[in-house]
Antibody, heavy 120, light 108 residues
Framework: QVQLVESGGGVVQPGRSLRLSCAAS????????LYWVRQAPVKGLEWVAA????????SYADSVKGRFTISRDNSNTSLYLQMGSLRAEDTAVYYC?????????????WGQGTQVTVSS | EIVLTQSPGTLSLSPGERATLSCRAS???????LAWYQQKPGQAPRLLIY???SRATGIPDRFSGSGSGTDFTLAISRLEPEDFAVYYC?????????FGQGTKLEIK
């Protein structure tokens, strides 16, 4: 079955960096666009970054552009989010999610999330 | 950026009742690109409805979606105890994909 498992979250000081990982299994990893979506405490869902099936196309929310980098390793079926210059407002649960079928599709599978807390 | 506004913020109902949740888009979107998700505490969102009215795999038929243009609706015909959760709409027809702020469905 499809599984997405995030890791790498934790408590980090403002201005520091953190790298999140998402290990995928149960599907043809190199055929799907993948996303990072975050949810701040008691808040809604916010799209953070996206990467195409081959890694050639990447896009970012304005709130993280220039600070976060999304990447993937198709040989290891893993998705990454390198987060830099972290701010208090980046505190959230970060989910990886799969776009169900090609471009302009909903997210049919999500990981369980990893908590990132930015605090001094 | 397309803004989705959900109402009400909180809906208090009893098991067995019918729930109607609203999602308004600005500007309008194609119904092809509107989804609904359910999220329970401590869990990831789960896809319920896509294309405004198509149920995702394994979703009970008491869940139904409708709408077009700017106004979309998620209806739950007879509430079961496990249906009490937060519901989000999402548009995926225009980048960036955006979510509504959510409707909390709570037990009355």
């Amino acid at each position: 079955q499809v599984q997405l498992v995030e890791s790498g979250g934790g408590v980090v000081q403002p201005g520091r960096s953190l790298r999140l990982s998402c290990a995928a299994s149960g599907f043809s990893f190199n055929s799907y666009t993948l996303y990072w979506v975050r949810q701040a405490p008691v808040k809604g869902l916010e799209w953070v970054a996206a990467i195409s099936y081959d890694g050639a196309y990447k896009s970012y929310a304005d709130s993280v552009k220039g600070r976060f980098t999304i990447s993937r390793d198709n040989s290891n079926t893993s998705l990454y989010l390198q987060m830099g210059s972290l701010r208090a407002e980046d505190t959230a649960v970060y989910y990886c999610a799969r776009e169900s079928s090609g471009r302009w599709s909903p997210f049919d599978y999500w990981g369980q999330g990893t908590q990132v807390t930015v605090s001094s | 950026e397309i803004v989705l506004t959900q109402s009400p913020g909180t809906l208090s109902l009893s098991p067995g009742e019918r729930a109607t949740l609203s999602c308004r888009a600005s500007p309008s979107i194609s119904s092809t690109y509107l989804a609904w998700y359910q999220q329970k505490p401590g869990q990831a969102p789960r896809l319920l409805i896509y294309g405004a009215s198509s149920r995702a795999t394994g979703i009970p038929d008491r869940f139904s979606g409708s709408g077009s243009g700017t106004d979309f609706t998620l209806a739950i015909s007879r509430l079961e105890p496990e249906d009490f959760a937060v519901y989000y709409c999402q548009q995926y027809g225009s980048s960036p994909y955006t979510f509504g702020q959510g409707t909390k469905l709570e037990i009355k």
